[in-house]
């Protein structure tokens, strides 16, 4: 499958670091980390998790951020990411694959998905206080448990991005969309 992603390799960072910001094309040329690839398409990790496939995929300030090298290359936020990241994290698709568990969704279903892989999706109980009281973009987990490090689909290499021919959320994740709503 084809997916757009973010590699660390020092050297093209700082080269399109330095060129990118007086011609900006840079960021995305063949000498930058940012690279269309050919990837094996992912399996579904258990029976909780549901393969979608992208009709509709946003572009969000940190997608910019993370093409245009807008965070330095040891920042913080590396810690919580799994390199290569597959990019996007905003998304309606349709659902192509279910596994056992799964009831609240069924394939060919339009849904949207809340990108962040948080205690309960990782298998951590009990769940830290950020996730307990629903606060999941502040969850304190997002490098443990049974996932690779990563806030959310869009930061990790297991779930690819949504920038992707397909990815993978749990079924926490999804919420329906009537195929009537554009």
Known sequence: MRTIEIGARPVPYFVCKLFGRFFPPFYWSGVSNVKLRQVPEPALLGPDWVKVRPILSGICASDLAGVTLKHSFDSFMSAFASFPI?????????VAEVGDAVTEVEVGQRVTVDPYLHCRIRGIDPPCPSCERGEYPTCRNFHEGNLPPGTGIGSNNFTRGTWSDCFLAHRLQLLPVRD???
Do not use: N, Y
């Not at 597959?86 to 349709?94: A, I, K, M, T």
């Open 180 to 182: 009537g709503i554009r």
């Open 86 to 94: 597959g990019l996007g994290h905003e998304v309606v698709g349709r």
